[in-house]
């Protein structure tokens, strides 16, 4: 077997989905080389074999047009934030720029004396500076054999500026008392005196606007290991020997003790050595019910203590913790997505050579049939102009921008072009339980007195005696006893056993609530039948139970459960509606799983499983040719959502998750999750329609303007009605209205 590495390089200088597919290729090809480039992230992947060094793919992704480097251990600047800045400095001045050169070309009253020097001048470094990163590309692309979306737009800025530049310099068009006005009826040959700067400046501003929406789109695209990072605790208290000290999680080493007081988050992966507590870890494993724990149990990094105190013993430190662990896991399921291109990224490679081809063909042919340099020129400038793609350029960020904008409005984020496709063809949703489907949080699901008639004085009671509890059950006991009684007595003399259960007195009694096991071992209680059968169905339908007792004798149970959210119901409804196929993956227990997915209608239920198994879950339906939509909220269901075609985080989850996400709902409510799908569906059907106009309107006019029928300025104002039609049917989804729930 031949020895290699797997290492992952920062690329830079990408501009579309095209660049990615082009550096791919080109380190695939090298020997032994198996590599993925990920436009969003901006990192490619690539299996370096024995024999060849990282430097060789290095200079390989160099030669191709771009730059590559490792990932530096410490980033002193974000090139992101970097190249969001530049884009909004080139788009505000260009735009400032931009606006008195349309008013001045589109209004004839403001067409003083010598105006289209003053536009000249306003409208050269918008065509220049501001297009200058198209420019750039398209150079890049040019030298390498290669056209995209960049070419068009430069193409087109450049064709508009350099007829201008030659109608005011040789052409009529400098005289002074020049006037444009629009006329449809063509003549051939005809434009000479005409100047195009509003073209040249106005496609500039459109494409940066869209290139700058972008760019901020991608700039939070690494945000998903930074959201996990935070997830841990920056500083832990230090026990070496015998004396407490408050250190940087970072100093930690294997082998140190540290202290985790309640409600403090546990610094990094351990083994308890002295205290019990409830640990809350449903951030890392779905489970709704916090875990009991003492001497000898392992603990992982950034859950959180619940209960008592704990003397831990680091056992991983580092980017060797089950935290450090996810993020990579996160990391590898983005840089291993399958890329989707835009349509118009596509054909660009195709539309581009065979635009610029006619347009020669053009000049060739007036001039061979004996037309003079003008009319020859002025066709072939006509046949590049109208090729030049503002409607291209408009058709999917104007969608986009009215889509999420609307989204938005319903509490839906759509991240950007690449998620729309996946919601179009998604065949199967993979729902998480905890704080998707349920609230997530403990709340009093029933009380079962062993004297019928006396429930509301054993919720009393027991309500009292937990009051002196942060535990969540006893948080939940109690919350529901002052629901349903509207208060409860004080209680004194309170005394818990971690783990097991707790004792108060309350109105003179001695109260206690716990486990069974407790009530007997500790107390000598017998525990009735009727009343083991009542705590025996509640755990089989995966409630959390507690026994009460006073007076020597077992009073009753209470259960206390995660509960449905109330719109869960419809949701899946909803989702077989528009032809998904739900199932529900938890960390919970089986019967927690079963009994919530027989409350909602879902028939396919996976229990008891880690992050890692999430996403192994959905790569088995992707591998049985399924395409996997995936719904949650916790660092948990961070690798999942990563993995999945299309993942959709809920806001009131954590940021990792959100982060890991194609789509965010910021309302907690699964209905958004239609919602989500079905806006997604309709703004993917709208960009389709705009590019198939934007194309239709070229083919349709470029004959025209090959015939001499369509002078420069009537090729400007059929793009500037084909832009306006784009964004007409863009702006169609602001009708967009959310399903009613009933």
Same mark, same amino acid.
């Given at each position: 077997m031949t020895a290699g590495q797997q290492v992952d390089l920062l690329v830079g200088g990408m501009t579309c989905t095209s660049c990615a597919s082009r550096i791919e290729k080109k380190l695939n090809r090298m020997p032994g080389v198996a590599a993925t480039v990920n436009y969003a992230t901006e990192k490619a992947s690539v299996f370096v074999p024995a024999g060849t060094s990282v430097d060789d793919a290095i200079k390989t992704i160099e030669a191709t047009g771009y730059t590559a480097a490792l990932p530096a251990a410490v980033v002193v600047q974000d090139a992101g934030s970097l190249e969001v800045a530049s884009l909004r400095q080139r788009l505000l001045i260009s735009a400032a720029l931009t606006l008195p050169v349309a008013a001045l070309s589109m209004i004839p009253v403001l067409q003083f004396p010598n105006w289209q020097w003053l536009a000249l001048t306003l409208a050269a470094p918008v065509a220049i500076w501001g297009a200058w990163p198209f420019h750039r590309a398209a150079w890049v692309n040019a030298r390498h054999g290669a056209a995209t979306m960049d070419t068009l737009v430069s193409v087109g800025v450049l064709a508009a500026l350099g007829w201008s530049l030659y109608a005011l310099f040789f052409g009529m068009a400098g005289m002074a008392g020049m006037t444009m006005s629009f006329t449809f009826s063509a003549t051939p040959g005809s434009g000479a005196d005409e100047i195009y700067l509003e073209v040249a400046s106005a496609v500039t501003v459109f494409i940066l606007a869209g290139r700058y929406a972008e760019a901020r789109a991608k700039r939070n695209s690494g945000a998903a290991l930074t959201a996990l990072l935070e997830l841990g605790a920056k500083e832990t208290t230090l026990l070496r020997d015998g004396v407490e000290s408050r250190i940087s999680t970072a100093l930690l080493v294997v082998g140190d003790q540290f202290v985790v007081r309640p409600g403090e988050k546990v610094a990094t992966d351990g083994v308890i050595v002295d205290g019990s507590s409830a640990i809350d870890a449903s951030l890392l494993t779905g489970e709704s019910v916090p875990l009991e724990v003492g001497p000898g149990d392992s603990v992982v990094g950034a859950t959180l203590n619940s209960g008592g105190r704990l003397v831990v013993r680091a056992t991983q430190v580092g980017a060797n913790t089950e935290l450090a662990q996810i993020g990579r896991l996160v990391e590898q399921a983005q840089t291993g997505k399958a890329e989707v291109q835009r349509l118009a990224d596509r054909v660009s490679g195709i539309f581009v050579p065979i635009v610029i081809g006619l347009a020669l063909a053009t000049l060739a042919g007036w001039l061979l049939v004996g037309a003079g340099p003008a009319m020859a020129f002025t066709a072939a400038v006509a046949t590049l102009i109208i090729a030049c793609p503002c409607a291209l350029g408009l058709a999917t960020p104007t969608a986009l921008l009215v889509g999420t904008g609307r989204g938005a409005q319903l509490g839906i984020l759509i991240k950007g072009p690449q998620v729309l496709e996946s919601t179009r063809r998604v065949d199967t949703i993979v729902l998480d339980k905890t704080g998707t489907v349920t609230t997530g949080r403990m709340m009093l699901a029933g009380a079962v007195a062993h004297e019928p008639g006396s429930e509301d004085e054993l919720l009393r009671l027991a309500g009292a005696a937990e009051s002196g509890s942060e535990h969540p059950i006893a948080r939940a006991i109690t919350a529901g006893a002052r629901s349903r009684l509207g208060a409860v007595p004080s209680s004194s003399a309170f005394l818990s056993d971690q783990g097991l259960g707790v004792q108060a007195t309350v109105d003179g009694r001695q109260i206690l609530v716990g486990r069974p096991v407790w009530l007997i071992d500790r107390w000598g209680l017998t525990v009735p039948t009727e009343m083991q059968a009542v705590m025996g169905t509640a755990e089989g339908l995966g409630k959390t139970a507690v026994m009460v007792a006073w007076d020597g004798q077992v009073r009753g149970v209470i259960t206390v459960a995660d509960t449905l959210k109330p719109t869960s119901v419809a949701a899946v409804a909803r989702f077989r509606a528009l032809g998904l196929t739900p199932l529900l993956v938890t960390g919970d227990n089986a019967a927690v799983a079963q009994s919530v997915a027989a409350e909602v209608g879902i028939t396919d239920?996976?229990? $008891?499983?880690?992050?890692?198994?999430?996403?192994?879950?959905?790569?088995?339906?992707?591998?049985?040719?399924? @395409?996997?939509?995936?719904?949650?909220?916790? @660092?948990?269901?961070?690798?999942?959502?990563?993995?999945?075609?299309? $993942?959709?985080?809920? $806001? =009131?989850?954590?940021?990792?998750? %959100?982060?890991? =996400?194609?789509?965010?709902?910021?309302? =907690?409510?699964?209905? &958004?999750?239609?919602?989500?799908?079905?806006? =997604?569906?309709?703004?993917?059907?709208?960009?389709?329609?705009?590019?198939?106009?934007?194309?239709?309107?070229? @083919?349709?006019? %470029?004959?025209?303007?090959? &015939?001499?029928?369509?002078?420069?300025?009537?090729a400007g104002a059929a793009m500037a009605l084909s832009s306006v039609f784009v964004v007409t049917n863009s702006l169609r989804l602001r009708g967009f209205r959310a399903l009613p729930t009933a």
């Open positions: 239920v996976t229990a $008891g499983v880690l992050p890692a198994d999430k996403a192994r879950v959905i790569r088995d339906l992707q591998a049985k040719g399924h @395409v996997v939509a995936m719904v949650g909220d916790g @660092v948990n269901d961070a690798v999942a959502l990563a993995t999945a075609d299309l $993942g959709i985080a809920m $806001g =009131s989850g954590t940021d990792v998750a %959100i982060e890991a =996400s194609d789509l965010t709902l910021m309302r =907690s409510d699964l209905l &958004a999750a239609a919602d989500a799908i079905r806006l =997604s569906r309709r703004t993917l059907s709208t960009i389709k329609a705009n590019l198939f106009w934007a194309f239709a309107y070229n @083919v349709a006019a %470029i004959p025209l303007a090959m &015939a001499g029928l369509l002078n420069p300025l009537i």
